[in-house]
C-alpha cells in the first residue's frame, strides 16, 4: 500500500510544477546563504589561528561551503526538471532522471542536517583547541626577538583587550610564567636575581599582569604588579575588593563568541534543511504523479502521487535485498562449477610422441 497517496488532477500537477520550480530557485539563494555562514565562519577561525591548536574545527564551515555549493547545482538542475514537467512530452526526457536526482538530493539534504548538528558539537573541540593555543601564545609572550613568535605579543595584547579578558583560564594565568623578557630585566638588581634564583627554571616570575588586562573602566589607576600583596598598593585589599583588571579568561570569551556564532547558524541550517526537505517532497509527489499519467496513457486525466509506493517495511526489506543481491553478482557458483565438464580436464599432449619406427623391409 502507497504511503500518503494524494489524487492529482491536471490542474494541480501544473500548479505543483511551476510551485515548485519558483521553490526550487528560492532554495537556490538558500545554499548561498549557507555558503556564505560557512565561508564567514571559516573566516572568523581564521582570524584567530594564531591562538588556536591545530585540529579540526574547520571541518564545520568546509562542510558547510560545500553544502552550499551542492546546493545551487542541485536546485538549479531541480527548478529545470520542475519547470519541463507541467508539459508531459517534456517529463519523458527527465523520466530516468528524476529518481536518481531525488536519491541525490535526499543525501544533500541529510548533509545540511549533518551539517546544521555539528555546529552543536563542535564546541568540546573548539574549547580544546582554544585551551591549547592561548597557552602557547602565552607561553611565547615574552620571545618578541624570535623569528615566528615575535606577533605572539600584539596578538595577545589585541586579543585581552578587545574580548576584555585576561589568560587562559584567568589572569593568574601570567603568574605561572615568564612573561617579561630577560632583555628587559635588569640583572644587577638584587630583587632580580633573588627571583630568578628562587626558581627551579631559573623563571622570572611576578604577580602581575600584561598592561592588557587593565580594566579602563575602573575608576582606580590600573594595578599590574603585586596584586596579591596588600601591603604593596594603598586602601587595598585583594580578597575582598574587586580587581581591576578582567577577571574572565580569554579562553571562555573566545568560546561563549565561538558559541554564539555556531549556535546562530545552526538555526539557519536547520531552517533550510526543513525548506529543502519540504520541496523534496513535493518533488516526489510530482514524479510519481507524472509517472502515474504516463502508464495510463491519459494525459488530461486524473493520476495518483505518493511518497512510497508501498509501505516502510516493505520498502525497506526491497532495498536490502538488493543490496544483498549487489553483493552475491560477482561470487561464482560453486555447485555449478563441480558439474562443468570443462573443469579438471587433463590436459593433452599436443607435441610429438615417441612413437618406435617400424622396420621397412628393403626391396630386393
Request: aromatic share 10%; glycine share 6%.
Amino acid at each position: 500500500m502507497a504511503v500518503l497517496k494524494v489524487k492529482f488532477t491536471k490542474t494541480k500537477r501544473d500548479k505543483l510544477a511551476q510551485i515548485l520550480w519558483i521553490l526550487n530557485w528560492v532554495s537556490v539563494v538558500s545554499g548561498i546563504i549557507l555558503f556564505s555562514l560557512g565561508l564567514f565562519l571559516k573566516i572568523e577561525i581564521k582570524k584567530r589561528n594564531e591562538v588556536m591548536a591545530k585540529g579540526d574545527i574547520n571541518s564545520v564551515p568546509n562542510m558547510l561551503i560545500s553544502v552550499g555549493v551542492i546546493a545551487c547545482i542541485i536546485n538549479f538542475l531541480g527548478g529545470k526538471i520542475c519547470y519541463d514537467c507541467s508539459d508531459a512530452n517534456k517529463f519523458s526526457r527527465w523520466k530516468l532522471v528524476m529518481l536518481p536526482y531525488i536519491v541525490c538530493t535526499f543525501c544533500f539534504t541529510f548533509c545540511i542536517l549533518v551539517g546544521a548538528l555539528m555546529c552543536y558539537t563542535m564546541r568540546n573541540e573548539l574549547e580544546e583547541s582554544l585551551y591549547l593555543g592561548l597557552r602557547d601564545a602565552i607561553k611565547f609572550y615574552k620571545d618578541t626577538d624570535i623569528p615566528g613568535r615575535c606577533f605572539l605579543k600584539k596578538t595577545v595584547d589585541l586579543l585581552q583587550i578587545g574580548f576584555r579578558c585576561c589568560g587562559n583560564n584567568g589572569f593568574r594565568d601570567w603568574f605561572e610564567i615568564q612573561w617579561v623578557s630577560r632583555r628587559y630585566l635588569n640583572m644587577a638588581s638584587k630583587d632580580v636575581l633573588d627571583r630568578l634564583k628562587s626558581n627551579v627554571d631559573g623563571k622570572f616570575l611576578v604577580d602581575g599582569v600584561p598592561f592588557s588586562c587593565c580594566n579602563p573602566s575602573s575608576p582606580r589607576p590600573c594595578i599590574q604588579y603585586q596584586l596579591t600583596n596588600n601591603s604593596a598598593h594603598y586602601n587595598y585589599d585583594f580578597l575582598t575588593e574587586e580587581l581591576n583588571i578582567w577577571m574572565k579568561g580569554c579562553r571562555e570569551a573566545l568560546l561563549d563568541y565561538y558559541t554564539d556564532i555556531m549556535r546562530s547558524i545552526g538555526i539557519a541550517a536547520l531552517l533550510i534543511w526543513l525548506f529543502e526537505l519540504s520541496v523534496l517532497i513535493g518533488v516526489r509527489y510530482l514524479q510519481t504523479a507524472m509517472k502515474n499519467v504516463l502508464l495510463l496513457g491519459d494525459l488530461e486525466g486524473e493520476s495518483d502521487g505518493w511518497l512510497l509506493e508501498n509501505s516502510f517495511v516493505e520498502t525497506a526489506k526491497y532495498n536490502i535485498n538488493i543490496i544483498k543481491n549487489l553483493g552475491k553478482a560477482n561470487q561464482i557458483s560453486t555447485v555449478s562449477s563441480m558439474n562443468d565438464p570443462n573443469i579438471d580436464v587433463q590436459n593433452t599432449d599436443c607435441g610429438k610422441t615417441n612413437v618406435t619406427a617400424k622396420s621397412i623391409p628393403a626391396a630386393r
